[in-house]
């Protein structure tokens, strides 16, 4: 019993026109007058008619379709393969011969369709028959048939003997020459149909399709409703000319040629030749020192850099000088949570607001207002795409912005300066081509990963951003602000500095340590970083609160450098970054940003009068609080959680 | 088996065989369908062939279930349930035949100055017959038959492939450890001793 498959799509064999347009030639061959002249065959004693020259089918042919040599020796080849002709003296061999070689015409049953395929079953009957007939005369591929056959349809096996059984004495009770006929027919269609290795199938055909192409659909409205769907749908599909198309073709071609292992060779040299696996270790993923072709690689296009781990490492380090390492980080982020484990998404998903998408969030990427909503939103709902939007926008902000920059920074060209160039090194010749060459294998992927997820963790814990508020009263001298990985503090995070860091390498912060010590009560044991204490002091005055409060709001956009941090404390550093913005414009501007997303967060009801006459953009804005600080950790509150976990600590 | 060779169970196993026979002989026709040996007078012999087969399905149908109603033991139940699973494959096969036919029939129709029946070698059974072309409509009517039969098979009785195993040894193609696939050996009849050859045949 053959189970009926459910209807999941993709069960048609696809139209093949050429089946219809070879059996009307082959019934025009039949034709007594303009047809193939036919000889009969000597098999032993018996003659049996109808057999064809292989040349008198060439010329038939030629002489029928008008077309060249070369072109009807292979339709007529094609004729044969298909198994609408078949030879006689060679049965195996499915090609045409032009000379005196017999082929007969294949019986219609045995033609190939287009609306199924030769069954199993069938061939599971023929293997016994053949089998019953003499035994042991099943060729090798023909018994892995038998066997692999035998274990998938057992249930029916009983039948497939008795049927063969009876076929073959059916077949008994015809005159000999007939039952020649009749095996040879047989045997014909089952080389076709199951070709023996080494022998092109040239049935196969590909995928099953999703629709039936010989449905006839009666054109219903609906049916009419579809077409105009699908037509408008095509029409809004963004098309290139092909001049363009081609053209980007052959530059990819032109650009990539001098890479390609199979055109241009590998330096030092190809493996798979010389079984020296040098090429290999060159060029894995995270090499100390990459070479040289793969360096000049990044500077083709940006997918390119960002494709290649070590590209992107290095592209990492330019990042962080520019202080925008936090957007390499995120799209990395987003990449894990799109190709990672998708049953931690959730958590992921979260994880990610809150270092990176949160206002105030450690490592906090700039994304417009409605990029932000969307992600925000999506969020709720949390899945593998979610973050798209945004990656994309900081996708195209690292391309078009950091990217040009980067080609043409010191870091880029130092690795290029210090890349290899691989010698090219002599294929050994294989005096002993029997000799076990000692092969090492490469690293378990298992371990890699692990060194990886490690080097991530570390670099994650170890990593500070701009964004990271600095304290405005430094009484140090201005060593640049290289919030990178240099010297970096162990990850336990150190109770006297900046609670928001972790490990917070800005020598500002470490030199501020001195002057902070009134603050340090004040400061949340919180998981997020809270904005630097008020320099002031507690007894500070609403109004200098005020500004320091914007101050701080300002300094969370990440814009260090701008003059009014000069004008509040002289002493800080300055940054070299160009953004010069008045303090009253910032205010209004982040006070605008700041109700904007007031409406996501939950407030903590500790926080004094004064505090709520200004606007609230984030749950941390209570840090000068005395007793909320004491109090509880505060954190960020996911917007799409419950108002219910609002007083959760930690 | 031959154990319930008295008895309903009997009956259905030879009607099994029978249905086997007349399948075969069936398909022998189907296969000079659009050859040299077509003409009216093979498409009549398939189509009393056809009508022979007709009244199996339902017949031997009727009588399985009754012996899956009134199963005595464990072993009868499963032996019918074994010719369950073998009618419905014959079945399939049948109709399948049945589709080849109405294919070629409407490929190579008899009427209309002949469509050039290929020369396939074979010779027809010669000899006079009516030259009346057959009736399409039969054959569809056939078609529907065997479907019917076919779908309430499968809807009425509930018995799963897997539990029915193969009573014949796997035969001359497997080689190596294991020559007779699961179930068999102790049950195989004289019959399958044609096909069940010991290894060191191989």
Redesign the interface.
């Known amino acids: ?4 498959r459910l209807d999941q799509g993709q069960r048609y064999r696809p139209r093949m026109a050429f089946l219809k347009k070879i ?1 009307a030639l ?6 007594p007058d303009t ?1 193939i002249k ?1 000889q009969t ?1 000597r098999v032993m004693i018996t003659s ?5 020259a292989g040349n008198d089918i060439l010329q038939w042919i030629l002489q029928r379709l008008q077309i060249t040599d070369e072109e009807a020796l292979h339709l007529g080849d094609l004729f044969v393969k298909y198994g609408y002709i078949y030879p006689l003296q060679e049965p195996k061999n499915l090609t045409l011969k032009t000379d005196g070689s017999l082929y ?6 045995f033609w190939p ?1 287009q609306s ?1 395929p030769a ?1 199993d ?2 061939y599971a009957i023929y ?2 028959k053949k ?2 007939k003499r ?2 005369i ?1 060729e090798e591929y ?6 692999m056959l ?2 998938k349809i ?10 063969a059984k ?2 073959y ?3 008994k009770e ?2 000999k ?2 039952r020649y ?2 095996d040879c ?1 047989e045997r014909a269609y089952w080389l076709v149909n199951r070709t023996p290795p080494g022998m092109l199938d040239v049935l196969e055909y590909g995928l099953d399709r999703a629709t039936d192409p010989n449905e006839n659909k009666k054109k219903t409205m609906d049916v009419y409703r579809r077409e105009i769907m699908y037509y408008q749908q095509a029409i809004m599909k963004s098309r290139v000319k092909s001049s363009v198309s081609l053209g980007g073709l052959v530059k990819y071609s032109e650009q990539f040629l001098s890479n390609d292992p199979i055109l241009s060779g590998c330096l030092p040299s190809n493996p798979w030749v010389t079984d020296d696996p040098e090429f290999w270790d060159l060029n894995a993923k995270l090499v100390e020192v990459p070479t040289r072709m793969r360096v000049e690689r990044w500077a083709f296009n940006f997918s390119e850099l960002i494709r290649d781990p070590k590209g992107r490492q290095n592209f990492q380090l330019f990042l962080k000088k520019e202080f925008s390492g936090e957007n390499l980080s995120f799209w990395e982020a987003c990449e894990d949570l799109k190709y990672g484990d998708q049953s931690k998404v959730k958590e992921k998903a979260e994880e990610i607001y809150k270092l990176f998408l949160a206002p105030g969030a450690r490592r906090w990427i700039n994304i417009d207002g409605t990029t932000m909503g969307i992600t925000v939103k999506g969020l709720k709902h949390p899945h593998r795409y979610v973050l798209d939007a945004a990656q994309t926008h900081i996708y195209m902000l690292m391309k078009k912005d950091s990217y040009g920059r980067y080609l043409k920074s010191p870091i880029y060209k130092e690795m290029l300066a210090k890349a290899v160039v691989p010698q090219e090194t002599v294929k050994k010749s294989s005096n002993f081509p029997f000799g076990r060459r000692q092969l090492r294998s490469s690293p378990s992927p298992v371990i890699l990963r692990q060194q990886e997820e490690e080097a991530k963790a570390k670099e994650a814990a170890t990593t500070v951003d701009i964004t990271q508020p600095c304290r405005l009263s430094s009484p140090a001298p201005r060593p640049p602000i290289y919030a990178g990985t240099s010297s970096l503090p162990p990850a336990s995070p150190d109770p006297t500095a900046l609670p928001h860091s972790t490990a917070c390498p800005s020598p500002i912060s470490v030199a501020l340590d001195s002057t902070a010590g009134t603050e340090r009560e004040q400061e949340p044991g919180g998981s997020i970083p809270s904005p630097f204490p008020d320099k002031v002091g507690a007894a500070a005055p609403a109004k200098p609160r005020m500004a320091a409060l914007s101050l701080r709001r300002f300094l969370r956009r990440g814009c260090l450098n701008s003059p009014v941090f000069a004008t509040l404390s002289p002493r800080c550093p300055a940054v070299p970054h160009g953004k010069v913005q008045p303090l009253g414009e910032q205010e209004r501007r982040l006070r605008q940003d700041a109700k904007a997303v007031s409406s996501f967060f939950q407030i903590k009801m500790d926080v004094p009068l004064e505090r709520r006459i200004y606007p609230v953009d984030s749950a941390e804005e209570e840090c000068k609080c005395h007793q909320v600080c004491k109090e509880s950790a505060k954190e960020v509150i996911c917007p799409w959680e419950s108002p219910a976990e609002e007083g959760r600590a930690g | 088996m031959l154990r319930w060779e008295h008895g309903g169970l009997g009956t259905c196993v030879a009607a099994q065989a029978a249905l086997c026979k007349v399948a075969a002989g069936h398909r022998q026709l189907v296969l000079q369908l659009g050859g040299s040996a077509d003409g009216p007078r093979l498409r009549e012999e398939r189509r009393g062939k056809s009508a022979e087969a007709a009244p199996r399905p339902t017949g031997l149908r009727s009588a399985l279930l009754a012996g899956l109603q009134q199963a005595a033991s464990p072993e009868e139940r499963r032996e019918l349930e074994r010719l369950w699973v073998l009618f419905l494959s014959a079945l399939e096969l049948f109709l399948q035949d049945l589709r080849q036919a109405q294919r070629l029939c409407r490929l190579f129709s008899l009427q209309g100055g002949g469509a050039a029946l290929l020369h396939t070698g074979l010779g027809g059974r010669r000899g006079g017959g009516p030259e009346q072309p057959p009736v399409p409509p039969c054959l569809e009517e056939e078609m529907e038959q065997v479907r019917a039969v076919l779908a309430e098979m499968e809807s009425t009785a509930n018995i799963p492939l897997w539990t029915v195993e193969a009573t014949q040894a796997a035969g001359p193609g497997e080689l190596g450890a294991a020559p007779t696939s699961q179930g068999t050996g102790p049950r195989s009849g004289p019959c399958c001793r044609v096909l069940c050859p010991a290894p060191q045949d191989l």
């Open positions: 019993m053959t189970v009926t059996e082959m019934m025009e061959m039949q034709n047809g036919t065959q049996i008619p109808h057999a064809v007969r015409f294949q019986t219609p049953y369709t199924w069954d079953t069938d293997l016994a089998n019953i035994k042991g099943l023909e018994k892995e048939h038998y066997n035998n274990k057992n249930y029916k096996w009983d039948f497939v003997i008795m049927q009876e076929q004495k059916a077949g015809r005159k020459a007939d006929a009749l027919q």
